[in-house]
């Protein structure tokens, strides 16, 4: 594919919603997994996660509006805000119907949802908000950020598990590439901190029980690991071709060039026992960027923490970079602030990025009993410094779902 | 407090609308959906009951007031 640049980013997460504050925390690599306390959820199986705080700090959202969606949308407006302005892109001169909007999540606003649905039980008809049918679905957050700016241009919401932001990205880069949009604003949200969701989330089988030790419950690719710990937030990213950036003076954070993704087709939640869609979807994304194993300098992992996840993500890496993967460096910097499912895609687009502009490599925390079946070097622990030219992003979800997305520093 | 009072509290409330932002002659409805949860709220609130577009998304302030004091509505 041809390079489309990242030239703005907005986070909103539980390490941090100014992108200073989560660089650092990242870099420290101190967590940001917490014991869920805004309801009650000590009867759940996992009851750990990673909450976001202040972001009504951060909100120039009207309570008007806050009255009628759900909080995953309430996290991609401040996000997009953020990211429009890290990009310096004045809205109002731009041609908004050759502007697009690309974002995915995987469970879509289920506070607003569920507590609108107990209320259908408990009172009947009337007593469901008219809100409701606007606010919980998938796509509410595109339309939310649509409305926010007058965007008309191409635009697209991704459901594909925790595929479904780094899909979304992807398809975003493509659409540019085809030269139907300007530039676009991609990336996800998720809030599965609820009761329903969170609920929904423990029966996927892929959640850490470890609820003792919050900070320490995920564990990427350690012998004990036993899931992962499920986490809030949103992560935007403003793209746009190469010309248009250099025309502009646009700060480009890092190219996307080259996407390939695959399915399993074996099960309805866990990944193929043997990697080898997966290596596909990796092979396939290497080619698109026109490069080699050789040439890729870190890897951002899925990490789902799960037993089979991690073993066949190893399995995948060790057959692409056959004969080189002893050099190469991977990481799953999730493990710090929990995974944000849907959004998790375009978070760690986010984080590698930071680690290309900045020359580290950020850590897989809690690895501190290495699994004999996962024997690559994850950047246990602690933050590595290193010149980061290609990178890839690895996303994988339920039913199968195997993405990679390559990057590379401008 | 007042009908008025009462209103704005509700609007408060379900919308999110500060009370000191309505204005008397001014649409108290962005579209309508609000109006449909103003309504819901409003013969909760009064024990009264609102037939369907009695209560419209550009009716004012004003004009709601009007119509809920002829349905019988009091504090």
């Not at chain 1, 979304?168 to 329903?196: C, H, Q, S, W």
């Not at chain 1, 039913?399 to 520093?409: D, E, M, P, R, T």
């Not at chain 2, 008397?24 to 109006?35: G, H, I, M, V, Y």
């Not at chain 2, 609130?45 to 009695?54: P, S, T």
């Amino acid at each position: 594919m041809n390079k489309i640049a990242i030239t703005g980013i907005g986070i909103v997460s539980p390490s941090g919603i100014d992108k200073r504050t989560f660089w650092a925390n990242i870099k420290s690599g101190h967590s940001a997994v917490e014991k869920i306390t805004r309801f009650d959820a000590s009867k759940y199986e996992s009851h750990v996660a990673g909450h976001v705080h202040e972001l009504d700090a951060y909100s120039n959202v009207s309570s008007r509006l806050l009255k009628k969606i759900d909080v995953f949308s309430h996290m991609a407006l401040v996000a997009t805000e953020l990211a429009i302005a890290d990009a310096k892109i004045a809205m109002e001169s731009e041609n908004l119907n050759r502007a697009g909007i690309f974002m995915g999540n995987a469970i879509g606003g289920w506070l607003y949802g569920e507590t609108e649905l107990r209320d259908l039980y408990i009172e009947g008809r009337e007593g469901v908000s008219p809100f409701m049918a606007s606010a919980w679905f998938p796509a509410a957050p595109q339309g939310q950020v649509s409305i926010r700016y007058g965007i008309k241009g191409y635009s697209k919401t991704v459901v594909a598990d925790r595929a479904s932001s780094l899909m979304a990205i992807a398809y975003g880069a493509r659409t540019l590439n085809r030269g139907k949009n300007d530039f676009i604003i991609a990336g996800g949200m998720e809030a599965p901190v609820t009761p329903y969701a969170l609920l929904c989330c423990n029966t996927a089988g892929i959640m850490t029980k470890n609820n003792d030790q919050a900070e320490k419950a995920y564990r990427p690719f350690d012998k004990n690991r036993d899931g992962c710990a499920i986490a809030e937030g949103a992560g935007i990213v403003i793209l746009e071709g190469p010309e248009r950036a250099a025309k502009r003076g646009a700060r480009v954070y890092a190219n996307i060039i080259g996407f390939g993704t695959t399915t399993d087709g074996v099960d309805r939640i866990h990944p193929a026992a043997d990697g080898k869609e997966l290596a596909r979807a990796i092979h396939i994304a290497i080619e698109n960027a026109k490069l080699k194993p050789e040439d890729i300098d870190y890897v951002c992992l899925d990490g789902d923490g799960t037993p089979l996840g991690d073993k066949t993500e190893t399995l995948a890496i060790k057959e692409v970079f056959n004969g080189c993967s002893d050099k190469l460096i991977c990481s799953a910097p999730k493990s710090i602030y929990g995974n944000m499912l849907g959004a998790s895609g375009a978070m760690d687009v986010i984080t590698t990025v930071l680690a290309m502009r900045y020359g580290v490599v950020p850590p897989t925390i809690n690895l501190e009993n290495p699994d004999p079946e996962c024997d690559l070097n994850y950047c246990a622990n602690k933050a590595q410094e290193k010149e980061i030219r290609n990178a890839l992003v690895i996303n994988r979800g339920r039913g199968g779902i195997n993405c990679a997305l390559v990057l590379q520093k401008n | 407090m007042s009908l008025e009072n009462k209103v704005k509290e509700i609007i408060h409330e379900k919308l999110g609308v500060k009370p000191e932002e309505i204005e008397a002659n001014e649409p108290l409805f962005e579209d309508s959906t609000e109006a449909v949860e103003g309504v819901v709220a409003f013969k909760q609130a009064f024990g009264i009951e609102i037939g369907a577009n009695e209560i419209k998304p550009d009716h004012t302030f004003n004009q709601v007031i009007e119509i809920l004091k002829s349905k019988g509505a009091a504090v």
